[in-house]
Every structure is written in C-alpha cells, then in structure tokens.
C-alpha cells in the first residue's frame, strides 16, 4: 500500500496543502463552458483518460451509497506503487474523507438546508459534497480546490452522477475578495494548524459580513479538536463511519458535521 502510506496521511501531516497553493487562478466551467483558451489540465484529454484508467468508479463502504466516484481503491494500480511514481500532485481528491462524507450524508438527507440556496463547497476534493447539494436543489454552487487534478475529477464524479457539471474555482478562495453566499460547506480542512487559523478567520468574516451559514465535517483530528473554534461550534449530527473508512482513517470511527456560530 505503498501510495496509501505516502499521501493518505496528508489530513494529518502539516503543511502539505500550503506548500501546494500555487494555483492557476483559473474560474473553470466545465464540458466546454470554459470563457477562456487554454484552461490547461483540466480539459486535457489526456489527464482525463489517465484518471479512467487509474481510478475505481465506486459507492461502497461510504456514508452515501446514492453518490458514485472515482476514487482510488485498492484495486487499482497506484494504490500499491510508490507515492513519487504518481505523476500529478498528490491526489487527496481520490479519497473520500470522512469530514467529507458526514456533509454529504447531512445534505442529502436534510435538502431543506441547500434547496433553492447558493452553496460554496471549500476544499471541495472529489466533489462529493458539492454532488449532495446540487442532488438536493442547491441553485447555485461553486467548488474550490487547489488543484487542477482535483477540478477534473469533480468534473467526471457530476456526469457519474447524471449532474451538469457546477463551476470549479482552482484557487486559494482565502486570498480572494468574499462573495456572498448562502451557505459554506467544508470537510477535512482542519488538518494544519496555520491553516486552520486562517480558516477560522475567512469563516468568521463570510459569517459576519453576509449572515452565512457554515457547516464543517470531521471525524475529531486533534488540529481541530484543540482549535479555538471549538468555542464557536454547535453539534448538528454526528455518523458512526463504515468499516472500510475506519481501516482508511487509522481507526477513526465517526465524523461529525457542526454548525459554525461565532
């Protein structure tokens, strides 16, 4: 499980996602809906096919069996290499972490939170919780991430699930001048200290500045546990976590998703 060991930890390894922020600044609009020429990896048929070839469509062993995605498994390839044989940046976006996996499960089951409103989905990974909005009425949705990968294989996890693809931002959104939002959703970012700071900041000036609601997935790592924003969270629901997760997450058994209220 040679990848596994080499990326799998980066929600608990510091500073990984800092390092990485060297975004392209593109707003991308996927199946040819791009504004602009030259959007680079992200509509690169090869990178596309490269995906297919080293990912698993799956929906098993989540919290939303209704979701399908393109993960990485043990079943395929890079599961088993060496972390540097992979030739992209590290593909966080191809495990489906529990944070993650807690918002979407609420989304689904509670629409009345996301119908009708506008959902920003932040460090959106695989795209899964930006997919349980939009399932759930959502009527406008932005999804960030850093990586350009990452906007592909959201791109292809919509049209698994029979969705028009939603905006993809592949840009550190907390360098950038706030939009207004209904709502704010993010899962396993609080996995850095520094990040989590800056985190903390940008949520409570969305909260402030535009009455935007928040809601944040983790399964209790220490960086967010211990984090003075603990004093600004309110429980919503917590989920016990399938087997294949645990084994996963080092043993994790549940993620919770709270209500941020500064």
Not at 46 to 67: C, D, H, M, R, Y
């Amino acid at each position: 499980m040679a990848l596994s060991l080499g990326w799998k930890a980066p929600r608990n390894r510091c500073g990984l996602l800092l390092q990485a922020m060297r975004s392209s600044g593109l707003l991308l609009f996927p199946c040819g809906r791009c504004p602009w020429r030259g959007a680079g990896s992200f509509l690169d048929p090869e990178i596309k096919a490269f995906l297919e070839e080293n990912t698993e469509v799956t929906s098993s062993g989540s919290l939303t069996p209704e979701i399908q995605l393109r993960l990485l498994t043990p079943r395929c390839k890079f599961w088993w290499e060496r972390a540097d044989l992979w030739p992209h940046s590290d593909p966080y976006w191809a495990i489906y972490w529990p944070g993650g996996q807690a918002l979407s499960r609420y989304l689904l089951d509670n629409p009345d939170v996301v119908r009708g409103k506008s959902v920003l989905d932040l460090g959106s990974g695989c795209g899964a919780t930006a997919i349980a909005a939009k399932m759930s009425g959502a009527s406008r949705i932005l999804a960030n991430d850093i990586d350009p990968i990452a906007g592909m294989a959201i791109t292809l996890n919509c049209e698994l699930n029979r969705l028009n693809p939603f905006p993809i931002l592949i840009q550190n959104i907390l360098n950038l001048e706030q939009d207004k939002w209904d709502l704010v959703v993010l899962g396993d970012m609080f996995y850095d200290e520094n990040l989590a700071d800056s985190l903390h900041q940008w949520l409570k000036k969305c909260f402030w500045t535009y009455r935007t609601r928040v809601l944040i997935g983790d399964p209790g790592r220490p960086q967010f546990s211990g984090h003075s924003i603990q004093h600004h969270l309110h429980k919503v629901v917590e989920y016990s976590l399938l087997e294949p997760t645990r084994q996963e997450n080092s043993g994790l058994t549940t993620s919770t998703v709270w209500d941020f209220q500064p």
